[in-house]
Nanobody
Framework: QVQLVESGGGLVQPGGSLRLSCAASGTSFHIYTMGWYRQAPGNQRELVATITSGGSTNYADSVKGRFTISRDITKNTVYLQMNSLKPEDTAVYYC????????????WGQGTQVTVSS
């Protein structure tokens, strides 16, 4: 079992930056692929970025070059550094942990709101 708690959301002006954190508790954090997803009102939840246990990263095209995902194994924490934020980045951001078989080992945090507005 893995528990995930996000923090760091808030209101920021266009062009600004935020860093989201996701603290994980439970066992074997280091073997999970960690990810950030987001969901805007009226939209489906979408992938933002993932990082594997080996450190390989993957990003949605819409955030490439602006967002950076990283993880600190010693702190059981994954981060999402968001720069050059745009109004279309406004959404609830969710932390995700998954490992095979994913139908049995997929966990979600409660979400944190990010609002980009002037």
């Amino acid at each position: 079992q893995v528990q995930l708690v996000e923090s760091g959301g808030g209101l920021v002006q266009p062009g600004g930056s935020l860093r989201l954190s996701c603290a994980a508790s439970g066992t074997s954090f280091h073997i999970y692929t960690m990810g950030w997803y987001r969901q805007a009102p009226g939209n489906q939840r979408e992938l933002v970025a993932t990082i594997t246990s080996g450190g390989s990263t993957n990003y949605a095209d819409s955030v490439k070059g602006r967002f950076t995902i990283s993880r600190d194994i010693t702190k059981n924490t994954v981060y999402l550094q968001m720069n050059s934020l745009k109004p279309e980045d406004t959404a609830v951001y969710y932390c995700n942990a998954a490992r095979p078989p994913v139908q049995h080992y997929t966990y979600w945090g409660q979400g944190t709101q990010v609002t980009v507005s002037s």
